[in-house]
């Protein structure tokens, strides 16, 4: 059975700063893995796709690796805005046939001004 | 624009009134899927579709049914709530397996 973690529970930094979110899973055999960002009292936003053959993806700020051997990935954003301010899930896809999407409990990431 | 939408937002019900909630996307998309969030738990699936008149049980569908007549809708329903399903539910769509999945703003439902 697939189980993602993610650690910390909850991360504050001040503006400006560089940061990594970290997102492990147990179980190597995904189809690909993807990073939300969540603000309370809204839906899912869908920041980065990973596809299992990929090793990182980019966009804007934001910087996705996965490493599927170790089952981990890390979501990198730079330079780090009050804007940021929210939760952030990772999920993976397993390779078996119901589309289910596993998340973890999330990073709530709190950008100090 | 690009998007899933779920009616309604909020939600409050007594136990035993059955109730809808409704999903929709517009961008044709094969797969649906059903969540329930909970503090703690996570985003955990109640049921999926991968296309019309095709679907199958998540990891938690007791109390739920769903149904997909049309490509583009995936209504939830609860024939009969309990206070145990009282959470956040999410509803997602995806092209296929190997794209990203969009999912709608949320609703909350409260059983009381």
């Known amino acids: 059975k697939q189980e993602v973690t993610q650690i910390p529970a909850a991360l504050s930094v001040p503006e400006g700063e560089n940061l990594v979110l970290n997102c492990s899973f147990t179980d190597s055999a995904i189809y690909n893995l993807q990073w939300f960002r969540q603000d309370p009292g809204k839906g899912l936003t869908s920041l980065l796709l990973?596809?299992?053959?990929?090793r990182e993806q980019t966009s804007g700020r934001l910087n996705a690796s996965l490493d599927k051997s170790s089952g981990r990935s890390t979501l990198y954003i730079a330079a780090s805005q009050p804007g940021d301010s929210a939760t952030y899930l990772c999920?993976?896809?397993?390779?078996?046939?119901?589309?289910?999407?596993?998340f973890g409990t999330g990073t709530r990431l709190t950008i100090i001004p | 624009e690009a998007q899933v939408t779920q009616n309604p937002r909020y939600l409050i019900t007594v136990t035993g009134k059955k109730l809808t909630v409704t999903c929709s996307q517009n961008?044709?998309?094969?797969?649906m899927s059903w969540y329930r969030q909970d503090p703690g738990l996570g985003l955990r699936q109640i049921y999926y579709s991968m296309n019309v008149e095709v679907t199958d049980k998540g990891d938690v569908p007791e109390g739920y049914k769903v149904s997909r007549k049309e490509k583009r809708n995936f209504p939830l329903i609860l024939e009969s709530p309990s206070p145990n399903q009282t959470s956040l539910y999410f509803c997602?769509?995806?092209?296929?397996?190997?794209?990203?999945?969009?999912f709608g703003q949320g609703t909350r439902l409260t059983v009381v």
């Open positions: 999920a993976v896809k397993t390779n078996f046939g119901n589309e289910k999407l596993t």
């Open positions: 961008m044709n998309h094969e797969y």
């Open positions: 990973i596809q299992s053959s990929q």
């Open positions: 997602a769509s995806s092209l296929d397996r190997d794209y990203e999945a969009f």
